[in-house]
């Protein structure tokens, strides 16, 4: 209720997510093999080599019930130079309940980067690129 006060927007909201439990169902089983495979050995060392500019969303701490918010914010510590961004008003599902806000993070998260250039991990100056990886 906090991420859609109104009434006709919640409705509609749970059409959609019905909608897609029922033409794309959820695999419980995928999800435990995906969650044995994140603490992978050297994961802080690959972190602390991203050099491409980084913005990690969370929602409010207190609205997430999935993963906790400090967690994920401590990317910000070991990924150099990312950016932290809290989408009020929604938890972890924050891209769903909130597609506009988070449409707008990234839109001035990357024209920010755009404008200015990022070093390089040579140090040199280097064209920034929006790199998106769905695993």
């Not at 932290?84 to 990357?110: K, M, W």
């Not at 404008?115 to 390089?120: I, K, L, M, N, T």
Request: hydrophobic content about 40%; some cysteine; overall charge neutral.
């Amino acid at each position: 209720m906090t991420a859609l006060p109104d009434r006709a927007d919640r409705r509609k909201f749970v059409r959609w997510q019905i909608h897609t439990i029922l033409t794309a169902p959820v695999s419980l089983l995928q999800m435990a093999e995906r969650a044995r495979e994140l603490p992978v050995p050297g994961f802080l060392e690959d972190c602390r080599r991203v050099t491409t500019p980084t913005l990690i969303v969370t929602g409010e701490p207190a609205l997430d019930r999935v993963v906790p918010v400090e967690g994920t914010a401590s990317y910000v510590e070991l990924i150099r130079g990312a950016k932290h961004v809290v989408l009020e008003r929604t938890g972890h599902q924050g891209t769903i309940t909130r597609p506009q806000a988070f449409a707008d993070a990234v839109n001035e998260f990357v024209n920010g980067n755009v404008a200015r250039p990022f070093q390089g991990r040579d140090g040199g100056a280097e064209s920034p690129a929006l790199h998106i990886e769905v695993a």
